[in-house]
């Protein structure tokens, strides 16, 4: 029974720095989402895939976040140039095509100093 | 857009006591509601979901029940114990690509 895997577990990095953190989806899942989850443990969505594609993102996605989901190699979100704002918790999290269910990983915690 | 709004943001509990956490959401195409529970420095743990054309579903000590006219959800956690401890999150999702999450209810269970 394989899990979502979420490295590093803690970044740190200075403003204006480039913060990449990676995820591997369960076994089978298609599907993978990225959320940032503030310390006020609001949820926002970034970036969605199915399989290679990118189904839906976010205005900031676009401008200052790249991601990918290259088959065969781990899912990847990236920041550019980290900001103070970006400091959260990412969390990803995949399902399989036709369940609704979403799976998380523990998540990578960014610290924008 | 969809706002998930779940109530209390925190409650504290004796150990062995019934807890209900409500949930409410705005979008009325929003058809399937899972919940998670997320401990301190742990991955966010599914324990239960119910989709719109459901109004009651059971998993050992969870409960949940769904009115579709008023928009409402509500998880009732009976026996509890200090394992259940954790940040308790409501999401609603319109089926496709879309889960909307609550700002989570702040769960602790006293010995």
Same mark, same amino acid.
């Given at each position: 029974? &394989?899990?979502?895997?979420?490295?590093?577990?803690?970044?740190?990095?200075?403003?204006?720095?480039?913060?990449?953190?990676?995820?591997?989806?369960?076994?089978?899942?298609?599907?993978?989402?990225?959320? %940032? %989850?503030?310390?006020?443990?609001?949820?926002?969505?970034?970036?969605?895939?199915?399989? %290679?594609?990118?189904?839906?993102?976010? #205005?900031?996605?676009?401008?200052?976040? !790249?991601?990918?989901?290259?088959?065969?190699?781990?899912?990847?979100?990236?920041?550019?140039? !980290?900001?103070?704002? #970006? !400091?959260?918790?990412?969390?990803?999290?995949?399902?399989?095509?036709?369940?609704?269910?979403?799976?998380?990983?523990?998540?990578?915690?960014? &610290?924008?100093? | 857009?969809?706002?998930?709004?779940?109530?209390?943001?925190?409650? @504290?509990?004796?150990? *062995?006591?019934?807890?209900?956490?409500?949930?409410?959401?705005?979008?009325?195409?929003?058809?399937?509601?899972?919940?998670?529970?997320?401990?301190? *420095?742990?991955?966010?743990?599914? @324990?239960?979901?119910?989709?719109?054309?459901?109004?009651?579903?059971?998993?050992?000590? $969870?409960?949940?029940?769904?009115?579709?006219?008023?928009?409402?959800?509500?998880?009732? @956690?009976?026996?509890?114990?200090?394992?259940?401890?954790?940040?308790?999150?409501?999401?609603?999702?319109?089926?496709?690509?879309?889960?909307?999450?609550?700002?989570?209810?702040? $769960?602790?269970?006293?010995?």
């Amino acid at each position: 029974n &394989s899990k979502v895997i979420q490295t590093p577990r803690y970044l740190v990095k200075g403003q204006g720095q480039k913060a990449k953190m990676r995820c591997i989806p369960e076994k089978g899942h298609p599907v993978v989402f990225w959320y %940032q %989850q503030n310390k006020n443990n609001e949820f926002k969505f970034l970036i969605n895939f199915q399989n %290679q594609e990118v189904l839906q993102q976010i #205005d900031m996605t676009e401008k200052r976040f !790249s991601a990918e989901c290259p088959s065969n190699s781990p899912c990847s979100l990236e920041i550019q140039s !980290s900001e103070a704002g #970006d !400091s959260a918790l990412y969390l990803c999290a995949s399902r399989q095509g036709s369940q609704n269910t979403l799976y998380f990983g523990a998540g990578t915690r960014l &610290s924008v100093l | 857009g969809e706002q998930v709004e779940q109530l209390p943001s925190s409650l @504290i509990v004796q150990e *062995g006591a019934s807890v209900l956490i409500n949930c409410s959401y705005t979008d009325s195409a929003s058809v399937y509601f899972p919940w998670y529970k997320q401990e301190p *420095g742990k991955r966010l743990q599914f @324990i239960i979901d119910i989709r719109s054309n459901m109004e009651r579903k059971q998993n050992q000590r $969870l409960t949940l029940l769904f009115d579709k006219k008023t928009k409402h959800l509500s998880l009732h @956690i009976t026996a509890t114990q200090p394992g259940d401890s954790a940040i308790y999150f409501c999401s609603a999702s319109t089926g496709n690509y879309k889960y909307v999450f609550g700002a989570g209810t702040r $769960l602790k269970v006293i010995a």
